[in-house]
């Protein structure tokens, strides 16, 4: 039997309780009951199993320690970008090279009023993760009279709570995150984000991923990740389809990997004695199986040059990175109505050929 006083308070236990100094260097995750109130529950240790990590991770990884070791205060950073691109796998490192020196780390994965205070009282250094942070805290809707879930945090970001502690929060979509947060280097000094693998790191990866039996199969899936986007889920998912004796093309009919018509491009038509027409983030259902009609204008407003194409008459270009069409597959035509001096100026150029390019994320980071 063991008794424990908290003040003047007694509870008794059984011989299998631990008492600690310190929280030892593994993994917690926070619960609640109603009775007893706020407690740290066993986390499985965060384990890392790829045997080859893409990308600088590593290296990001280590400034962040660097600098919670040189901070006098609280660390923040937040890792932001859509699903299955490496949030998780950078907090997974994150996480186990923490342990390495010692801090344990605490996982939150729900909002429940009063977490701040109890995090806040942990008095020593501490890795906090809130993972989808967007969901658990963001989607929350408080209480009539509460404080929302979100803003009851600012406090405990601010760096005046007891212990220094790095708190990393992953989140799919940062327009749900408080306008406190976002620019706010004080809270969250760091702010990584994570975007689609370059042609050139997937077509590293199918390299490592696929058997060698299987690398015809390596430009046609680069080729088509140019036209969708494809995070390191979904090549793993047709990596194992491949390896498995499927064909790239039958493997991404059943693939959960579907087509949402939701694509843009950037469209460009080249000429051989003029400067390039632009038609700008235009949607395309890139695996239609219908003509595509799409007008550039001579200038801002008036579209005068009109070019149908089908898609399965373009071709990846690894050089410019985007689809290519040559130009005796367009179909051209012109607005006869418009000023008949601009018409027989454009029908004077001499089309060489037409580029599809995906357009991108934008950059939310700004270049110097």
Same mark, same amino acid.
């Given at each position: 039997?063991?008794?424990?006083?908290?003040?003047?308070?007694?509870?008794?236990? #059984?011989?299998?309780?631990?008492?600690?100094?310190?929280?030892?260097?593994?993994?917690?995750?926070?619960?609640?009951?109603?009775?007893?109130?706020? /407690?740290?529950?066993?986390?499985?240790?965060?384990?890392?199993?790829?045997?080859?990590?893409?990308?600088?991770?590593?290296?990001?990884?280590?400034?962040?320690?660097?600098?919670?070791?040189?901070?006098? !205060?609280?660390?923040?950073?937040?890792?932001?970008?859509?699903?299955?691109?490496?949030?998780?796998?950078?907090?997974?490192?994150? +996480?186990?090279?923490?342990?390495?020196?010692?801090?344990?780390?605490?996982?939150?994965?729900?909002?429940?009023?009063?977490?701040?205070?109890?995090?806040?009282?942990?008095?020593?250094?501490?890795?906090?993760?809130?993972?989808?942070?967007?969901?658990?805290?963001?989607?929350? !809707?408080? +209480?009539?009279?509460?404080?929302?879930?979100?803003?009851?945090?600012?406090?405990?970001?601010?760096?005046?709570?007891?212990?220094?502690?790095?708190?990393?929060?992953?989140? #799919?979509?940062?327009?749900?995150?408080?306008?406190?947060?976002?620019?706010?280097?004080?809270?969250?000094?760091?702010?990584?984000?994570?975007?689609?693998?370059?042609?050139?790191?997937?077509?590293?990866?199918?390299?490592?991923?696929?058997?060698?039996?299987? /690398?015809?199969?390596?430009?046609?899936?680069?080729?088509?990740?140019?036209?969708?986007?494809?995070?390191?889920?979904?090549? !793993?998912?047709?990596?194992?389809?491949?390896?498995?004796?499927? +064909?790239? !093309?039958?493997?991404?009919?059943?693939? #959960?990997?579907?087509?949402? +018509?939701?694509?843009? /491009?950037?469209?460009?038509?080249?000429?051989?004695?003029?400067?390039?027409?632009?038609?700008?983030?235009?949607?395309?259902?890139?695996?239609?199986?219908?003509?595509?009609?799409?007008?550039?204008?001579?200038?801002?407003?008036?579209?005068?040059?009109?070019?149908?194409?089908?898609?399965?008459?373009?071709?990846?270009?690894?050089? #410019?990175?985007?689809?290519?069409?040559?130009?005796?597959?367009?179909?051209?035509?012109?607005?006869?109505? /418009?000023?008949?001096?601009?018409?027989?100026?454009?029908?004077?150029?001499?089309?060489?050929?037409?580029?599809?390019?995906?357009?991108?994320?934008?950059?939310?980071?700004?270049?110097?």
């Amino acid at each position: 039997m063991k008794a424990i006083k908290i003040g003047t308070k007694v509870e008794i236990y #059984n011989d299998t309780v631990m008492t600690y100094d310190e929280l030892p260097a593994r993994s917690y995750i926070v619960r609640f009951e109603k009775m007893t109130g706020f /407690y740290l529950d066993e986390y499985a240790d965060i384990q890392v199993k790829e045997d080859k990590i893409y990308g600088d991770h590593m290296v990001k990884v280590q400034k962040v320690l660097r600098a919670y070791d040189r901070f006098e !205060r609280n660390l923040g950073v937040i890792l932001s970008g859509c699903k299955g691109i490496g949030k998780s796998m950078f907090a997974k490192l994150l +996480s186990v090279e923490a342990a390495k020196i010692n801090i344990p780390i605490i996982v939150v994965d729900q909002y429940i009023p009063g977490i701040a205070s109890y995090l806040e009282a942990i008095d020593q250094s501490i890795m906090v993760l809130f993972d989808e942070f967007d969901k658990t805290f963001g989607d929350v !809707r408080p +209480s009539e009279g509460e404080i929302e879930p979100q803003a009851a945090l600012l406090s405990l970001f601010d760096g005046i709570s007891q212990g220094k502690k790095l708190f990393v929060i992953t989140c #799919n979509d940062i327009r749900k995150l408080n306008d406190f947060f976002i620019n706010r280097p004080g809270r969250f000094h760091y702010h990584f984000r994570f975007g689609y693998p370059s042609a050139d790191e997937i077509r590293r990866y199918l390299c490592d991923k696929l058997g060698k039996a299987h /690398y015809q199969e390596i430009e046609p899936i680069v080729a088509f990740s140019r036209r969708v986007d494809l995070n390191y889920d979904c090549l !793993r998912a047709i990596v194992f389809e491949i390896n498995s004796g499927e +064909s790239f !093309r039958s493997a991404i009919e059943d693939l #959960n990997i579907v087509n949402l +018509s939701q694509e843009h /491009y950037d469209l460009t038509i080249f000429f051989e004695n003029g400067s390039p027409m632009y038609v700008r983030n235009r949607n395309i259902d890139f695996f239609n199986d219908e003509e595509i009609s799409i007008c550039f204008a001579a200038d801002d407003y008036n579209e005068i040059l009109t070019v149908k194409f089908w898609i399965e008459d373009s071709e990846y270009n690894v050089k #410019n990175n985007c689809a290519v069409i040559t130009a005796e597959k367009l179909k051209i035509t012109y607005d006869e109505d /418009y000023d008949e001096e601009q018409v027989r100026k454009i029908k004077g150029l001499i089309i060489d050929h037409l580029e599809i390019q995906k357009v991108r994320e934008k950059n939310l980071h700004y270049a110097v």
